[in-house]
């Protein structure tokens, strides 16, 4: 029977509407379903598609592995966003080369950003390419392995204005079962200068609010209890059931225009034991209803990722970022107002853009201790060719500089965030439990509303059960108690 399943394959039907047929040929030696091995890089949305390729895969007939060398097929989730993004890549496809040496068969993919930007020259140069399938382009994964099985190579890197993978349910790879990420839109229609995501991710569109609000419900009655709403810019979410012709057509749907905090409002009412956040803010559309209806529930929790990326005006032109100094200011203001100063604000800096100064870079400097970030991600500027600063502006600061003034950020970022962890020290916070602590089995691990790491003696206490923590001592990175009730 073996045999004969491996001279004709297994046929299976595509899922949904689609009337092709695609054959699912199983692995060679075992006759069972081919596995595919997914590592994803980059940004909460790559690995959150992952889990939707994971799915469609799944449906397809193919199973999934956590162990490359069991894998059929592997799969390489890439981003684009610095050049080190993509040579780290590079380097693993390297790396994969090895194995591929002895196992000839294993086909190699390259999904995500890095496939949508370099597209047939990851076939051309990288001779052990064999599928390259942009972010749009997942739906069509059994068809393009069927290819690369046909002894063709598979290409597919067309954006869509449409897909938000709205009907898929993802299959959550490497989950600890508490916490997930919900995609709730795709693409950025923002063009900072600098940023690479608007040409590989395509147009801007948000995802169906009854299918978010589906999928948070099916997260929370599965033991789940915190939900990340993904976005490259959550607050332009924006969905009307009119502008959608089959929508209209469909009973029970919502048919007003759903913005972000609307949609916010939505599922928070899941449950007050499911947890809320979103990420990314953009600093230019926040509005202060977001900050209102984070007020309004308990379980939205207390922390805003609000990348200002420069504390310069202009050098925030130059960026094309759509605010200045005082406008990112006035936010903070109204978030500490609305929010208190207790919520948690974190941010991405970028040093060394084109042509930035000395004081200017002092500005992100002020901007910081003004700002008091609980955490930030910093990078020095990193030119992507095609970008609008790639086109117009020179990459003229020495990397030794950058990299300097890069220091500067990070040893300043380090001293804001004891200074922020230092006054939690005796209180007492709501703290949902995520699993063992890494550094000890004896203790465990969560996070409290402002997105703190806090770290506790285990008793009798498990993952998924919130919990008392009271803190007594805390380093920039952790905040270190005891369980108080
Ligand atoms: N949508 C988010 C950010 C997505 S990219 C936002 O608008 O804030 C994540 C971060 O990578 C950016 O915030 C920026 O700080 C950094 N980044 C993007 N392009 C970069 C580049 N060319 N060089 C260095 N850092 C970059
Ligand atoms: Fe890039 Fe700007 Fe869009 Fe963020 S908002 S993804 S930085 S273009
Ligand atoms: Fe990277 Fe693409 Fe995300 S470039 S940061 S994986 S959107």
């Not at 995501?197 to 609010?209: C, K, L, M, N, Q």
């Not at 009307?240 to 057509?249: H, Y």
């Not at 007020?295 to 929790?301: D, R, S, T, V």
Request: hydrophobic letters at 35%.
């Amino acid at each position: 029977m073996d045999k004969l399943i491996e001279d004709i394959g297994v046929f299976q039907e595509l899922p949904s509407e689609s009337n092709e047929t695609v054959r699912v040929t199983p692995n060679q030696s075992t006759g069972k379903s081919r596995k595919i091995y997914i590592e994803s890089y980059g940004c909460q949305m790559n690995f959150s598609d992952s889990e939707i390729v994971a799915s469609i895969l799944q449906n397809a007939g193919f199973d999934t592995t956590s162990k490359i060398e069991e894998a059929d097929l592997v799969f390489l989730n890439t981003c684009s966003i610095r050049e080190k993004a993509e040579q780290t890549v590079r380097n693993r496809l390297n790396h994969i080369n090895g194995f591929k040496k002895k196992k000839p068969e294993m086909m190699v993919g390259v999904l995500g950003c890095m496939a949508e930007r370099l597209k047939t020259k990851l076939l051309e140069e990288e001779k052990i390419v064999d599928l390259v399938a942009g972010p749009d382009a997942y739906r069509d994964l059994p068809n393009l392995i069927s290819q690369v099985d046909d002894g063709d190579k598979a290409v597919n890197t067309f954006l869509s204005r449409e897909e938000t993978y709205a009907d898929i349910s993802p299959v959550r790879l490497n989950s600890n079962g508490v916490t997930a990420f919900i995609s709730i839109m795709r693409g950025c229609d923002n063009m900072c200068s600098f940023c690479v995501v608007p040409f590989t991710r395509g147009r801007e569109r948000s995802r169906d609010p009854q299918s978010i609000l589906a999928e948070a419900k099916d997260l929370f009655s599965r033991g789940f209890r915190e939900v990340t709403l993904l976005g490259q810019n959550v607050d332009s979410y924006k969905w009307s059931s009119l502008e959608n012709n089959k929508a209209r057509l469909e009973k029970n749907r919502i048919d007003k225009v759903v913005n972000f905090s609307h949609l916010l409002d939505m599922v928070a009412q899941v449950s007050p034991e499911l947890r809320i956040r979103f990420s990314t803010s953009h600093p230019k559309d926040i509005t202060d209803d977001v900050l209102h209806i984070m007020a309004k529930y308990e379980n939205i929790c207390k922390n805003i990722h609000l990348p200002a990326q420069s504390g310069n005006s202009r050098i925030l032109e130059l960026m094309n970022r759509g605010y200045t100094r005082e406008w990112y200011l006035d936010r903070v203001n109204c978030i500490r107002k609305i929010l208190g100063e207790e919520c948690g604000i974190s941010s991405d800096m970028i040093t060394g853009f084109c042509s930035e100064t000395e004081e200017e870079h002092q500005d992100t400097l002020t901007l910081m201790d003004l700002v008091e970030y609980d955490y930030s991600y910093m990078f020095y500027y990193s030119e992507r060719p095609g970008t609008l600063a790639a086109k117009k502006l020179p990459d003229d600061i020495p990397l030794e500089v950058k990299k300097r003034r890069l220091d500067e950020i990070i040893k300043k970022q380090s001293a804001l965030s004891l200074k922020r962890n230092k006054p939690d020290v005796g209180k007492v916070f709501k703290v949902l439990i995520e699993g063992s602590s890494r550094k000890s089995p004896d203790y465990l691990q969560g996070r409290n509303s402002q997105n703190k790491v806090v770290i506790f003696p285990k008793e009798n206490k498990s993952k998924g059960k919130y919990v008392h923590v009271l803190i007594e001592s805390c380093t920039q990175g952790t905040l270190i108690g005891k369980i108080a009730e």
